[in-house]
């Protein structure tokens, strides 16, 4: 370990972000790193524990704990606080090919796991990383790297989000030839149009992807399996082909109403978002965000990470109001009993977007236990109002709370809890619900319930059909980056088996 006592000596020291009035007024990246000195400080709280949790990656109950990557987190933690950075970053990319991705947006199931969060305030993994990998970036060490021999086999990877990238970096780094097909103008998938520039700049997606290309992948984009690109040409002229196309088929509301104009699923309002701020950034002109939703109310359905950047980009397009509705009751504050550590805490958090809402309207966005129940529509047809309903868990006669097979609390409406609220734009942040269907249908792949794509047993990521591997949220269902790169590292090491009759992939 760095400094034996180092968690003893040096409290956790977060890096600043800017004041939620202050940051609104853009779409910048609000974080600043803490210096390199500090930075260390940081690094030395690390206590090496016997059983590092924190980068397990194990299953407990219904979640992981612990860093799917496995990322060798206490090896890089005391190289950095012994100064040695491009040990650190050595030790970093061993296991993950993008912390500049997970150090900005990954929700750091690491830091749950860490063993200074038992009694304190875990280590800043998820920060440490971050500094590592971008002084990489500025000191000249993350260069292209081609291979020295090609293989003479060809990959095709179908979708670049972080699944995708990962994939076709690792059988690329491999020595096969690698072409990426993406569906949208740009490579990256939802990195590029699921999470929003303060969370993940464009550029910095835009930095990997031409590293990417100096190595040797080729992007092609505007590539629309199905529509006018052949799945079976793809398969017929490539020696393997990995199905990486996220899980992009939306949940929609069931509801009276539902055909307004004005509503729209969230992804398709972040993409839309981003598309106007990049094209603005490429063309030099000055757009007023501000004006884009002015005097707008605003509804969001879903709690989650994407009702939660909706609540930002809304805040910074100049709603006149903003509402979050969860169908859940909230979480409590802090840790409980039945959430014991390691496992990823449960405990209700403040995200940036709710943190812009006290800022600027004075209070939370979120209005807990309450769904919609109709949606009105003015003489126009679209969208005027919501009407909503509260719920309640239900209970047994004794007062139990009553759970379904899964562990989840049922919940009931109550009675006479309707409200209407005014509404000019409602956005469906309810999740997805697996592959689009038109994708599996072009493969011939089989789909489970939930929408994703079947392979052959535990661990596997080979489909029924010859040549076709998937992995991501195409395989798993909806997920979070740091599972899309875990995921995209193994795919490739089974088609990089496939292919050779063996594999030296880690």
């Known amino acids: ?54 980068q397990s990656g194990i299953e407990i109950g219904s979640s992981t704990t612990g860093c799917p990557l496995h990322n060798l987190i206490p090896e890089w933690n005391d190289e950095l606080y012994n100064g040695q950075w491009d040990q650190a970053l050595a030790r970093l990319l061993k296991t993950n090919n993008f912390p500049e991705f997970t150090g900005r947006v990954c929700p750091a199931l690491c830091e749950s796991a860490c063993t200074c969060g038992l009694y304190g305030s875990p280590v800043t993994v998820r920060e440490n990383e971050l500094s590592v990998i971008e002084k990489g970036f500025r000191e000249g060490h993350m260069k292209a790297d081609p291979p020295e021999v090609r293989s003479g086999k060809r990959v095709a990877v179908v979708g670049s989000g972080p699944s995708g990238l990962a994939c076709a970096d690792i059988l690329n780094k491999r020595g096969h030839e690698v072409t990426v097909f993406e569906r949208d103008d740009r490579p990256g998938g939802l990195l590029t149009y699921g999470i929003p520039n303060m969370k993940l700049d464009k550029s910095i997606v835009e930095r990997r992807i031409h590293l990417m290309k100096e190595e040797g992948v080729i992007f092609k984009t505007g590539a629309d399996i199905g529509n006018n690109l052949d799945a079976q040409t793809i398969i017929k002229d490539y020696d393997a082909t990995v199905i990486c196309c996220g899980s992009r088929e939306p949940r929609d509301l069931k509801v009276p109403g539902r ?16 598309k106007k701020l990049l094209e603005a950034r490429e ?101 005027k109002a919501v009407q909503t309903i509260m719920s309640e868990p239900e209970k047994n006669p004794d007062g139990t709370v009553i759970t379904n097979e899964r562990g989840k609390v049922s919940m009931v409406e109550v009675p006479g809890s309707e409200k209407v609220l005014p509404c000019d734009l409602l956005l469906l942040a309810t999740g997805f619900s697996g592959c689009q269907s038109y994708i599996f249908d072009q493969f011939g792949v089989n789909t489970s319930k939930r929408g994703s794509i079947i392979t052959k047993g535990q661990g596997s990521y080979a489909t029924d059909v010859e040549k076709v591997f998937t992995a991501g949220d195409a395989h798993r269902g909806a997920s979070l980056v740091v599972y899309a790169i875990a995921e995209g590292r193994a795919c490739a090491k089974e088609v990089d088996e496939y292919l050779m009759g063996y594999t030296n992939l880690i």
């Not at 940051?23 to 090496?48: P, T, W, Y």
């Not at 757009?287 to 950047?309: A, P, R």
């Not at 979050?324 to 990823?344: G, I």
């Not at 405990?347 to 979120?366: C, H, I, N, T, W």
């Open 1 to 54: 370990m760095g400094k034996s006592t180092g968690f003893m000596e040096f409290k956790r020291e977060n890096n600043p972000s800017e004041a939620p009035l202050e940051r609104i007024r853009n779409f910048l990246e609000f974080h600043s790193q803490i210096d390199e000195e500090e930075r260390r400080k940081q690094g030395a709280r690390c206590m090496n524990c016997g059983l590092a949790f924190c």
């Open 259 to 274: 055909d307004a104009g004005g509503v729209l699923f969230a992804v398709d309002f972040l993409t839309d978002v981003t």
């Open 283 to 383: 063309s030099g002109e000055e757009i007023d965000i501000k004006s884009m939703l002015n005097g707008k109310d605003v509804i969001i359905v879903g709690g989650g990470d994407t009702g939660n950047d909706c609540v930002g980009t809304c805040i910074r397009l100049g709603c006149k109001s903003v509402h979050q509705l969860v169908r859940k009751p909230e979480a409590p504050r802090e840790r409980q009993a039945d959430n014991p550590w390691p496992e990823v805490s449960k405990a209700s958090k403040v995200d940036y977007g709710q943190e812009e809402s006290l800022a600027v309207f004075g209070s939370d966005p979120r209005v807990y236990q309450t769904k919609i129940k109709e949606i009105i529509k003015d003489e126009d047809g679209h969208i």
